[in-house]
């Protein structure tokens, strides 16, 4: 008796782009993802809330006068999309923080990625090449 199985296996979608570390390559990175995300056609707005808040921080807090920051949007076998933002700098790792008060102007990026995102985490590894 011949059998024959066949698999289906999802192809692996990858983009990454260099931006600048301004408020225009965090706005950039923002229209870049759902455009990405458009023509992959997968949903785009909790990844563009996501991207948006994070390549705000990198262009803020990550920023080092002279280097890009990074935005990797992958999708793999299972379907999940993977969304990184590296910045150059590598003494300053975002951290998990309470509530701000009420009346501060900052400080909720980071609990917005972690009520969208299914998970999020810090990885070390280089930073974006120029």
Known sequence: M????????AAV?????????TRRGARLARRLTVQQLT???RSFETAEQIV???AANAALHGRVPGRDFRL??????????????TDARADRRPQRSECPEPDT?????LLLVEAL??????DDGPAPSL
Request: aromatic share 8%; charged share 25%; glycine share 12%.
């Open 72 to 85: 990797t949007l992958t999708v793999g076998n299972a379907g999940t999309l993977r969304i990184e933002v």
């Open 13 to 21: 979608r990858h983009f990454s782009f260099l931006l600048s570390s």
């Open 2 to 9: 011949n059998q024959e199985i066949t698999r289906t296996v």
């Open 105 to 109: 102007e900052s400080g909720r990026g």
């Open 39 to 41: 023509e992959w056609g």
């Open 52 to 54: 948006a808040e994070l």
């Open 117 to 122: 995102a299914d998970r999020w985490g810090v």
